[in-house]
């Protein structure tokens, strides 16, 4: 009887036991919604996990699977074991120490955390404006990530804007084509951001943010026809082979993608939500999920312009002296920025021998620059190639903080996998520890940087006005995509400005004495509607010399801002933009090549009489693109603002409050 009694309890054990296994694959599905209720996610747990996105329960996202791969193979997300859950709610303010869209930022979200079994878990947000989750884990030693794997199926086909490279060797700087997602192929690879349309919905934008000692993201389609997307990274670099001073290419890569920390959290995975399209630039989602400023003093960084010298090949006229990399050229552009309030002067490639920053050029008394600068308080900012930088970083930057430079301009690295990713940060902390600023240039996407060490105002991975020097590529229609797209991301350093412009018809790349198309108000509205805290003046200060109209426009519009309003929008096409800087406000409008015209209220001026300072496409502008009209008047809330763009044509407005 006794022995009987055992084999029953054993076969109960054994039957707990199989129901226990059958328990632990039973799906379980967890919601979380945005603060406004409107946007639900939808995450299940079993076999794999998977999340899914509702607006207005519509399926914006059907479920995509997410999941990380680590060293001894293990797959976190793979039969996941949920210990346990919490949710939050955060109502907070962050008040940015540089004001890229607005003084004020409300950080509003609903926050679910998943523990599972297994020592890691998943964080997701939701936003008014998006969704974005992220892995983190608990591991006491270091670890290696072979792999994540990040999908995003939609329950339809779609088109999506995706900016095509062939290799993770990339500047960020290609054209967005339109695609049908289910015919992109895993051939076919993008950067972020990539943004989806969606005709009967919110579009939708996929960026990432918090991006630290781990790889860039990129996108790729799959060959099984459907309308799905999946993450592709990075290979940490395991051998590399340069090229001229400037290039360090990948030659081999490892079978993962990072060697990190095993107790961290990772980058945020981000889909952005657009009911209007102009919502694509007043969100600032990328920044609110970004690590916090880690710099104590912040007093000394100061958002401005900068005269540029290598766009316009330095070419100005009307001097007694032979211009070119040499003292008088740099003083007269010194001379110049002091005039018009324009708080620094880059001196680009050419300054020092690329390879060695301690070789200065013969032609150039750095002590006399120098010390002519600081008495006309104008902020020289320095260029340098990152592989220089890097090899002689902490020597170079104690130089430049002696010399009393404003800061540098980082050129170059066009790469994101981690040993690049990490170079970014490491510049970010040792320049800020000297009190120099930092723009990036041949550069990924931000990814939230500039509210972590806000020292880095500014960064290129952009198809900027530079192109227009070699090639056609640049055109209003472009100039119509970035603002929604790579904007997105963060500020972008596209260097606006050009006072030769041209049509369709007239145009023609020129490196030594480059030209924009579109016209002239186009370029002007670009310091209202592009976002850089640190904002190029790209032509010739002789040029600007002769345009004192322009000049009164450039010489006061801010690259700070305290709030942003997008009065209309279409994504490709136009795009209408009201910003205030303290007392005033400023307006930019712009159009593709497609001439347009809109009568906007300036009902966002609020209380009081603003005097009113136009300037808007000539009426011969689509014949001749630098002719503008500028004009001024009395104008209050109540009025209307007629808006007559020509073919590739724009508008800048200031609104100067009377007391």
Request: hydrophobic content about 40%.
């Amino acid at each position: 009887m006794e022995g009987c009694g055992r084999l029953i309890f054993g076969l109960f054990m054994l039957m707990f036991f199989v129901l226990s296994l059958i328990g632990s694959n039973k799906e379980e599905t967890i919601e979380l919604f945005s603060p406004d209720k409107k946007i639900k996610v939808e995450i299940k747990i079993g076999p794999e996990i998977t999340y899914s996105i509702f607006y207005e329960d519509q399926l914006l996202l059907a479920p995509s699977p997410i999941s990380m791969i680590i060293q001894d193979g293990t797959k976190l997300g793979k039969n996941a074991r949920l210990n346990n859950f919490q949710r939050k709610s955060v109502r907070e303010k962050i008040y940015p120490v540089v004001k890229e869209k607005r003084a004020e930022i409300n950080d509003y979200f609903e926050e679910l955390t998943l523990n599972f079994r297994g020592n890691y878990g998943l964080i997701f947000r939701a936003y008014n404006d998006g969704v974005a989750y992220r892995f983190f884990s608990g591991y006491r030693t270091q670890i290696v990530v072979n792999a994540e794997e990040s999908f995003f199926c939609f329950p339809e086909d779609k088109e999506v804007w995706f900016p095509v490279v062939e290799s993770f060797h990339s500047s960020y700087e290609r054209l967005y084509q339109k695609l049908k997602i289910s015919e992109i192929g895993s051939k076919r690879m993008a950067y972020l951001p990539v943004l989806v349309d969606n005709p009967h919905g919110p579009k939708m934008i996929i960026t990432e943010s918090d991006l630290f000692d781990y790889p860039g993201m990129y996108l790729v389609g799959t060959d099984d026809g459907k309308p799905k997307l999946q993450a592709v990274f990075p290979p940490f670099p395991l051998e590399e082979e340069q090229v001229r001073d400037r290039t360090l290419r990948v030659t081999k890569g490892a079978p993962y993608i990072a060697k990190t920390s095993g107790n961290r959290s990772f980058p945020w995975r981000v889909i952005g939500l657009a009911k209007k399209d102009g919502d694509l630039i007043e969100s600032d989602l990328v920044y609110r999920l970004a690590r916090p400023n880690q710099l104590k003093d912040t007093s000394w960084i100061k958002p401005g312009k900068v005269a540029w010298d290598w766009w316009n090949a330095l070419n100005i006229f009307g001097v007694d002296f032979r211009s070119g990399i040499n003292t008088e050229t740099y003083l007269y552009y010194i001379d110049f920025a002091s005039k018009y309030g324009i708080e620094y002067v880059i001196l680009d490639e050419g300054w020092s021998d690329p390879a060695d920053l301690f070789k200065i050029n013969p032609n150039l008394d750095m002590e006399k620059i120098l010390e002519v600068a600081r008495e006309k308080k104008v902020g020289i900012i320095l260029w340098c190639v990152w592989l220089t930088l890097d090899r002689q970083l902490k020597q170079a930057l104690d130089l430049f903080a002696r010399w009393g430079i404003a800061g540098i301009k980082v050129d170059f690295m066009d790469r994101d996998d981690q040993k690049v990713v990490n170079f970014y940060e490491k510049v970010a902390r040792e320049a800020a520890s000297r009190k120099l600023i930092v723009n990036f240039h041949g550069a990924f996407k931000p990814t939230g940087l500039s509210r972590t060490y806000p020292n880095v105002l500014t960064r290129e991975g952009v198809l900027g006005l530079e192109y227009s020097k070699w090639s056609d590529r640049v055109t209003p229609d472009h100039d119509l995509l970035i603002p929604f797209i790579r904007m997105y991301a963060g500020p972008m350093d596209y260097t606006p400005g050009a006072m030769l412009n041209a049509g369709q018809k007239h145009f023609r790349p020129i490196f030594d004495l480059p030209m924009s198309q579109g016209t002239r108000s186009h370029q002007l509205a670009m310091y209202v509607i592009y976002e850089s805290p640190l904002q190029m003046l790209c032509d010739s200060p002789s040029h600007y010399l002769r345009e004192p109209q322009c000049m009164e426009f450039l010489s006061a519009v801010p690259t700070v801002w305290d709030e942003t309003i997008v009065l209309d929008a279409k994504v490709g096409d136009w795009v209408i933009v009201a910003r205030k800087h303290g007392r005033d406000w400023y307006l930019g409008a712009m159009t593709d090549w497609e001439p347009r015209e809109f009568a906007i209220k300036l009902d966002f001026l609020g209380d009081g009489e603003y005097e009113a300072m136009i300037y808007e496409d000539g009426v011969n502008a689509d014949r001749y693109a630098s002719d503008f009209r500028y004009s001024k008047r009395v104008v209050n809330a109540a009025d209307t603002l007629k808006i007559k763009m020509a073919s590739g044509g724009g508008l800048a407005a200031r609104f100067r409050r009377r007391s």
